[in-house]
């Protein structure tokens, strides 16, 4: 497929306003695509390089190269010779990254110059989220919505079901089902501004300790464990402490849904940052497991034996949870039966605030397992709004801050896939974050400005903030009232983002 046809659909999706129509263009692109280029044309419609980052600054990329008269790149060229750009290293490294980048866009007309340099820098916003690629994909192939959502839920992976699909078509979903040793996307939940308000919407349900820790998966099949967080990285040889505690169960084969968290001599949980800097320590396994020990702590099961649990009720899948994983390692939780139960589940929120966990979350006992999405049927609630929000930019610091990237520019996502700017803060920084983030968003610039630098919507920071307040300075027509950050959310992908739509639900009685 020309890159020339991608960056049209690309083009005329962000145009459009209509659900319909997004899905209709993209089916037709499906249509026409070869199974093999879809590993690069799924990633490049969300905005996304499969290589991840690339090393290549705006310096580079700003330099006005002539567009070439005709199209003649394939999207897999492009992506050849955009891995060939991630391999460049070692002397001369600038020197040859702006030699490829100049060859690449020499060969693209002023159409797909224009594409690409929104690919390199994070500036796609064409709004093909994977839901509506989804439906293309299905309208594409003659497949059921329904299945090829599941599919892509069970293969963690858009890419891998779209490539089976357009090759095989519509019996290739069979081959997607609950697989011990391959992950899920993990369930995720909405957030709920009270107990009552969670209890209210779900009737009966349990209230669940929210632990602050690295969420994971745990599979094991006889003596083989693996370990995944909840991007489905493997950190099975980081855990020693998970593996054993895998193995010591009675079943023999289980998919179980977790936390990872580690506690103070005093029983107290540490810090976030403590866990997830244990998780990706770079120390040798021994001396970061002495200097931070951690502990599974389990919420669901997925698959006990030869049982494929997801379509059951959770009251179901707790049950089977509860008959392999001994109470000292499931989370702390109370069955509430509906409203009139409400100032027990606030009694359980307390005490779970005294022992220092950030909520709980309330889950409806008749739901099944929605891998990959934000289930309705799953609510945190935390004594305060918090967020998880992408940083757009930052401003050089003053005073003290002197020569430090300092002020955050803060935004949500949008309903096309894009960002919009919520707010600024530079409170809740330690010295040691700010020279962290410092580094971190020099390397995600894509434009410097005399006040600070622009960047690639990579980063998520979790933001603490008092209120929302109406705005005429910021495009949502809101803003955040004493925005904090809490912490950076390294393990989270700037989809997860909360949503503008999200937020203006949370708070009704603001409204642009």
């Not at 390397?443 to 929302?468: F, H, M, N, Q, T």
Request: overall charge neutral; some cysteine; hydrophobic content about 45%.
């Amino acid at each position: 497929m020309l890159l020339a046809r991608l960056a049209q659909v690309s083009r005329e999706v962000a145009a459009a306003s209509a659900r319909s129509r997004k899905t209709a263009l993209l089916a037709e692109l499906f249509r026409e695509a070869a199974a093999e280029d879809v590993p690069v044309v799924i990633p490049y419609l969300a905005g996304r390089l499969p290589q991840g980052r690339l090393g290549v600054g705006w310096k580079v990329l700003g330099r006005p190269v002539p567009p070439a008269a005709e199209p003649s790149l394939t999207v897999r060229e492009v992506d050849a010779r955009l891995t060939g750009l991630g391999e460049v290293s070692g002397p001369g490294a600038q020197a040859e990254r702006a030699r490829i980048v100049g060859a690449l866009l020499a060969a693209a007309t002023e159409d797909e110059q224009r594409f690409l340099l929104g690919l390199l820098t994070g500036e796609v916003r064409q709004g093909a989220l994977d839901a509506v690629a989804v439906e293309g994909l299905a309208a594409a192939t003659g497949a059921p919505a329904a299945d090829v959502r599941r599919a892509v839920m069970l293969a963690g992976s858009l890419r891998t079901v779209a490539a089976a699909l357009l090759a095989d078509g519509p019996p290739a979903l069979e081959r997607f089902r609950l697989t011990v040793g391959r992950p899920v996307l993990p369930m995720l939940a909405h957030s709920a501004s009270s107990v009552a308000e969670a209890v209210a919407k779900l009737g009966a349900c349990a209230v669940e300790e929210k632990l602050d820790g690295i969420r994971v998966q745990v599979h094991r099949d006889g003596r083989t464990v693996r370990i995944h967080t909840r991007t489905l990285d493997d950190i099975t040889d980081r855990l020693p402490e998970v593996h054993a505690a895998a193995l010591a169960l009675p079943g023999e084969r289980f998919v179980l849904d977790g936390e990872v968290i580690s506690f103070t001599a005093e029983g107290r949980p540490r810090s976030f940052q403590e866990t997830a800097g244990r998780v990706g320590s770079r120390l040798d396994v021994a001396t970061a497991a002495a200097a931070v020990p951690v502990a599974p702590v389990f919420f669901d099961a997925l698959s006990v034996g030869d049982r494929d649990l997801l379509d059951l009720p959770f009251a179901e899948r707790h049950a089977e949870l509860a008959r392999l994983v001994p109470e000292p390692m499931r989370v702390r939780r109370t069955l509430v039966a509906g409203e009139e139960d409400v100032p027990r589940a606030e009694e359980f929120l307390a005490r779970t605030l005294e022992r220092g966990h950030e909520g709980v979350v309330v889950k409806g006992l008749d739901a099944p397992y929605s891998a990959g999405r934000r289930g309705a049927s799953w609510l945190k609630v935390k004594p305060v709004h918090t967020l998880d929000l992408v940083v757009l930019g930052a401003e050089w610091g003053h005073g003290r801050r002197t020569g430090r990237l300092s002020n955050l520019h803060l935004g949500a996502r949008t309903e096309d896939g894009g960002f919009v700017m919520l707010g600024k803060t530079f409170k809740g920084l330690t010295d040691a974050l700010l020279a962290w983030q410092t580094e971190r968003l020099r390397e995600l610039a894509v434009e410097e400005k005399s006040w600070g630098v622009l960047v690639r919507p990579e980063l998520v920071v979790e933001i603490a903030y008092d209120g929302l307040q109406r705005s005429t300075r910021y495009p949502a027509g809101v803003t955040l009232r004493f925005a904090r950050v809490v912490r950076y959310r390294e393990d989270k992908r700037p989809e997860e983002a909360d949503t503008v739509a999200t937020l203006l639900a949370a708070h009704p009685q603001v409204r642009p």
